[in-house]
């Protein structure tokens, strides 16, 4: 945060998160009601022993980018949740299937390094050359796209290069596999269509669905107890006189079809045992049935029983009718129809015997047919009624293996969110990214590792270090002369392109929505590709923050000067883009950025502290998150790279966009209400204004007054303490736009205008 934060030693990872986290895996393996919660409980709990195991014993080295001794940073790490690697790594541990399957029709022992050595001798280059020929393979792991790389290279003349990877990867051939998985048909072109879950995915999540309890009983009591209660009901009647029942004596015929029903009764409890009510003695159906044992058995009804035994028919009877009555027949047709209604159990069931006839490794590319109502042919084989419609649950999960363009699974809802986002835009960006390599092989096989490197789990880092980049993996670094800038599309279909595009759908779907750092990444990748010349920024977490940051965020903040100088946006925030600028130079020509190693921006980093008003050595967590927040506001968090330099225009239009935000806000603002940790909220609901300012700020002054003006009517659809709570920030919105000021404070008039931020180190004022 200034000059002396820099001399301040490294951040060491505490082990009281992992001890945390394993406490927490060993209460639920051991507590949980449900069987597989408690396994998935049990193995969560195993890799945390591993991780304070290594960390004892110094085998780990945590917040490293390589984590597990003997490793090189490139191997593919286990990683836990917060980025603690377990010390085992992804490409290792037992043979798989396919290897073992492998070395049977290859003919060599079930060993990693003898597969290894075998793939470099004549008859192993003809199998991986086959391999690359066909498509037929799959990469999960990056590591399993090393040994085509070679084969590649070796078939092309890069024997050298060959050689060189070959002696990078040999001494790792003992623990890591290397080789890829053999599969039937090649993947996919994403360039296409992209999808969130694979068939065999949704096959998966419709087999695990169980029926639900509190269903099932009330398909019971309709089909099953209510129909056997109007009989029970009927043959008391049978014994009434003036609406009472017992007024005469029962006859032996009476008793005979009693004891019948009685019988029936001992069957239906034993085979049917959801419903319990049958069984209460307090119920109707149980005072029913516990009469009916006693006339039977020739007992005389006490005074008591009597009566209880009379109010329940008559209660029965004021409630539905006599049964046969018209009103009492219709009713128990409804209610018959409605327990003949087939299960979602069975109808997920029916779906998932549907979706099995398909390729299980990819998306659905057509979800209707999946989703029609049961045939005439598949009643008779299920015991389904034919033209039984699929309800809204199953056709959520086949619809999240569509296979479509990004676009159209957002307009649909698959992708319901900016996170969803960046867990498909990989698939596009690896397709895209590769198209740099001119040979066609070579082109699939670098979008397979690229797909399987974005599968890699982010380490937790300290120190400025930054994550393993795809490019530094050994196989990529051996083919990294076959790329071409010529090579591939024009702009309008290559990287930037690309990047116009995603960020357009991610700005417009999300508006009030930060930018999540896997997108970030993605977005990087593309801009490097595309020689952008302006970084994208990743939002930094506040418990690890060291008070530094690395020289793209001045970058950045510079380029969102450009855009943004004198405008709503940087008078609202009390922003100097000038003096940004010419920070910005300064730092370019000086050697003041570097520091232990790490390449910062010491200007940058006190700057962003100064506006947070933190203390020079305060390293809280609300302290540290009111800095990053500063950061995030010079720079607009990536929304000016992404108008400014890629050039984005989202179709709604800029007011359009500002208004989504605030129904954002709003959204947000009502959780508040009665909740005992709401700062993580109000965290979001300042993000989103600070998008709707950032959007104001590209409208027409005219435009903007309009949508400010409209705003006090949107927290009138929510809750009235929403109104309340955000009057504060829209004054102090309107005095900024007006061309008034906030104090050095952030507030004006007494507070009843105030700039609205979302860390705080004290009680925040929403």
């Known amino acids: 945060m200034n000059d002396n934060a820099e001399q301040q030693p490294p951040l060491v990872v505490s082990p009281a998160y992992p001890e945390a986290q394993l406490a927490r895996a060993f209460t639920t393996a051991l507590t949980h009601e449900d069987a597989d919660t408690r396994r998935r409980a049990d193995a969560r709990g195993q890799r945390w022993r591993q991780v304070l195991a290594g960390m004892a014993t110094g085998r780990l080295s945590i917040g490293t980018r390589t984590p597990v001794n003997g490793l090189p940073s490139w191997a593919t790490p286990e ?80 024997t050298g290069a060959a050689l060189d990877l070959v002696a990078e990867l040999e001494p790792f051939a003992d623990q890591l596999r290397f080789l890829p998985r053999p599969t039937i048909g090649p993947a996919p072109d994403a360039t296409a269509a992209v999808h969130r879950h694979t068939v065999s995915d949704a096959v998966g999540t419709l087999k695990r669905r169980r029926p639900n309890p509190a269903v099932e009983s009330q398909r019971e009591a309709l089909a099953i107890w209510q129909p056997f209660g109007d009989e029970l009901l009927i043959h008391w009647l049978r014994t009434a006189r003036d609406g009472r029942v017992l007024e005469h004596a029962p006859d032996a015929d009476w008793l005979a079809h009693g004891a019948a029903l009685l019988d029936r009764y001992r069957l239906l409890a034993a085979e049917h045992t959801r419903c319990t009510k049958h069984r209460n003695p307090k119920e109707n159906l149980g005072i029913l049935c516990g009469a009916l044992e006693d006339a039977v058995a020739g007992r005389e009804l006490e005074a008591r029983q009597l009566g209880l035994l009379r109010h329940a028919v008559a209660s029965m009877v004021r409630r539905r009718g006599i049964p046969g009555s018209a009103a009492h027949t219709a009713l128990r047709r409804r209610q018959s129809e409605q327990a003949a209604l087939p299960s979602h159990h069975a109808l997920a069931q029916l779906v998932s015997r549907r979706l099995a006839l398909l390729p299980q490794e990819t998306g659905v590319s057509d979800a209707e047919p999946l989703l029609a109502p049961v045939t005439e042919e598949e009643g008779r084989e299920s015991g389904l009624p034919a033209g039984s419609a699929v309800p809204a649950a ?223 050595r305060s390293r809280s967590v609300a302290a540290n998150g009111t ?61 989103a204004w600070r998008q709707m ?12 007054r309009r949508v400010i003006a409209g705003l006090e009517e949107e927290t009138v659809r929510h809750p009235a303490h929403v109104a309340t709570r955000l009057t504060p920030a829209l004054n102090g919105l309107t005095l900024i736009a007006e061309g008034g000021a906030f104090g050095d404070d952030g507030t004006a008039d007494d507070g009843r205008a105030r700039r609205f931020v979302g860390w705080s180190t004290g009680g925040h004022w929403m």
């Open 627 to 687: 800095v990053i927040e500063q950061a995030q506001i010079l720079t607009t968090h990536n929304l000016a790279t992404l108008v400014h330099r890629v050039g984005i225009a989202p179709r709604p239009g800029w007011a359009d966009l500002a208004r989504r935000c605030f129904v954002t806000v709003c959204r947000l603002t009502a959780r508040v209400h009665h909740n005992p940790r709401p700062l993580s909220t109000i965290k979001d609901a300042a993000y």
């Open 394 to 616: 199953i056709r959520h999960v086949v619809e999240s293996a569509l296979s479509a363009p990004l676009g159209t699974l957002v307009e649909r809802g698959v992708v319901p969110s900016a996170e969803v986002l960046a867990e498909l835009v990989p698939q596009l960006v690896a397709a895209t990214t590769a198209q740099a390599y001119g040979e066609e092989t070579l082109r699939a096989l670098m979008t397979a590792n690229y797909r399987a490197f974005r599968n890699r789990r982010s380490l937790l880092l300290l120190n400025l270090e930054h994550q393993v980049r795809v490019d530094e993996l050994p196989w990529v670094r051996a083919v990294s002369g076959q790329r071409s800038a010529e090579t591939g599309a024009p702009d309008d279909e290559g990287a930037l392109g690309v990047l116009r595009q995603l960020g357009e759908l991610a700005v417009q779907a999300f508006p009030g929505t930060i930018l999540p750092n896997p997108l970030v990444r993605e977005f990087g990748v593309l801009g490097r590709q595309g020689d952008l010349g302006t970084p994208f920024v990743e939002e930094l977490a506040a418990d690890i923050f060291m008070g530094t940051f690395s020289p793209k965020f001045l970058e950045a903040a510079r380029t969102a000067g450009e855009l943004l100088g004198g405008t709503l946006y940087e008078r609202y925030y009390g922003i100097d883009y000038a003096a940004i600028r010419d920070l910005a130079v300064i730092e370019s020509g000086t050697d003041a950025s570097r520091s232990r190693g790490a390449h910062t921006s010491p200007g940058f980093a006190r700057l962003c502290a100064e506006r947070a008003g933190t203390a020079s």
């Open 79 to 158: 990683v836990v949740r917060g980025g603690f690697a377990t010390g085992t790594a992804s490409a290792g541990g037992p043979l798989q299937v396919y290897e073992i399957e492998a070395a049977r029709s290859l003919g060599v022992t079930a060993e990693r390094p003898a597969l290894f050595r075998h793939c470099l001798t004549e008859p192993g280059l003809t199998w991986l050359w086959t391999r690359l020929d066909t498509g037929d393979y799959e990469i999960s792991v990056p590591e399993e796209a090393a040994l085509l790389t070679v084969a590649w290279l070796v078939r092309h003349g890069e």
């Open 693 to 704: 300012v950032f959007h104001l700020s590209l409208c027409p002054p005219e435009e903007q």
